[in-house]
């Protein structure tokens, strides 16, 4: 397993960009898809992107599409959420998660995720 590490959180104006990093340690990183995901004040964790072990595959939810960008760097052991065009529904703390389940591809199972990060606050004021 890894252990995961976000950053590069804060307060924006909407309509303007971030990027978050997630660090990994454990050379076992390379292995794993690995995705991100949000959780707002009062509402359920959700989805926001997925990536495959190689980088070659990638998927988001619908409401993130042509804004967010996942990317990953094996050589830095990095999974990094480009996020332009934010909008103040995209507060939220984001975490990334190490996706065990196997597989290339997102399978919409929640549960294959695991070694959470302690999360990073992205704030959109209007």
């Known amino acids: 397993q890894v252990h995961l590490v976000e950053s590069g959180g804060g307060l924006v104006q909407a309509g303007g960009s971030l990027r978050l990093s997630c660090a990994a340690s454990?050379?076992?990183?390379?292995?794993?898809?690995m995705g991100w995901f949000r959780q707002a004040p009062g509402k359920e964790r959700e989805f926001v992107a997925h990536?495959?072990?190689?980088?070659?595959?990638?998927y988001y939810r619908d409401s993130v599409k042509g804004r967010f960008t996942i990317s990953r760097d094996n050589a830095k052991n990095t999974v990094y959420l480009q996020m332009n065009s934010l909008k103040p529904e995209d507060t939220a703390v984001y975490y990334c998660?190490?996706?065990?389940?196997?597989?290339?591809?997102?399978?919409?199972?929640?549960?294959?995720?695991?070694?959470w990060g302690q999360g990073t606050q992205v704030t959109v004021s209007s």
């Open positions: 454990g050379r076992a990183f390379s292995t794993y898809a």
């Open positions: 998660a190490a996706d065990y389940s196997g597989r290339s591809y997102y399978t919409g199972e929640d549960s294959d995720f695991g070694s």
């Open positions: 990536i495959s072990w190689s980088g070659d595959s990638t």
